[in-house]
């Protein structure tokens, strides 16, 4: 099935421990997007790639590292998780090419506790 | 800076009664892109609907209606009939061009409805 596919789904971190979030799409998409939802907040953006090989800064950066070796795969990195950093991450990606009147197709999530 | 608005944290409704989620957004861009999506129990993000900034026309898809009005930045969403299954949240989102290409969504905070029997 063509989509979005993020792992773990959930995961409790210790405070301090470095953590990766996976996602992979397999419906060859430009851009890829890492947004995280919070309770009253929404979803805000963190990082983004428009393409294999750049990256970018969203909303909330501080605290996470993306990098984007090929089309499909965008992982997210904790280098030294924190308690603020609770929360259910969202990957998506989207068709660049359609410019912004194209919709975005999020993963499942992951629940990430930080204790 | 754009900026969405929805004002209604939470809306409980009995089956079958119609609902209306607000939207409110800010842009400078004369060009952008507004978007719905669904958030059921389950987690994940559904794609509803999106409208460009130069097409106002109301749209229908079965129970669900969505009202542009520009003069008032304004997208609402309304649901007729509702039922149980359309209990969600709903994020309404606007689009914008992220430097070089991609588009970045910037969401309200979500509106929690609750249909009950």
């Known amino acids: 099935i063509a989509g979005i596919t993020q792992a773990p789904t959930s995961q409790i971190l210790a405070a301090g421990r470095r953590m990766t979030l996976r996602c992979t799409q397999d419906?060859?998409?430009?851009?890829m997007y890492w947004y995280r939802q919070d309770l009253g907040l929404g979803l805000r953006l963190i990082h983004y790639s428009n393409t294999a090989g750049t990256t970018g800064k969203g909303e909330v950066p501080d605290g996470y590292s993306v990098s984007r070796a090929n089309t499909d795969d965008f992982p997210l990195t904790l280098a030294s998780a924190v308690p603020s950093q609770t929360s259910v991450y969202f990957c998506a990606s989207s068709d660049s090419a359609g410019g912004p009147n194209t919709e975005a197709f999020f993963g499942q999530g992951t629940r990430l506790t930080v204790v | 800076a754009q900026k969405v608005t929805q004002a209604q944290t939470e809306i409980s409704v009995v089956e079958k009664e119609d609902v209306t989620l607000d939207c409110v957004y800010e842009t400078r861009d004369t060009t952008y892109y507004l978007f719905w999506y669904k958030q059921p129990p389950s987690g994940e993000l559904v794609f509803l609907i999106r409208?460009?900034?130069?097409?106002?026309q109301n749209e229908i898809s079965g129970r669900y209606s969505w009202n542009f009005q520009k003069s008032t930045s304004s997208f609402n969403f309304t649901i007729t009939a509702s039922q149980v299954v359309d209990s969600a949240v709903y994020f309404c989102a606007l689009g914008g061009l992220l430097t070089g290409g991609g588009n970045k969504l910037t969401f309200g905070t979500g509106t929690q409805l609750k249909v009950e029997l």
């Open positions: 419906m060859r998409h430009n851009a």
């Open positions: 409208r460009n900034s130069f097409d106002e």
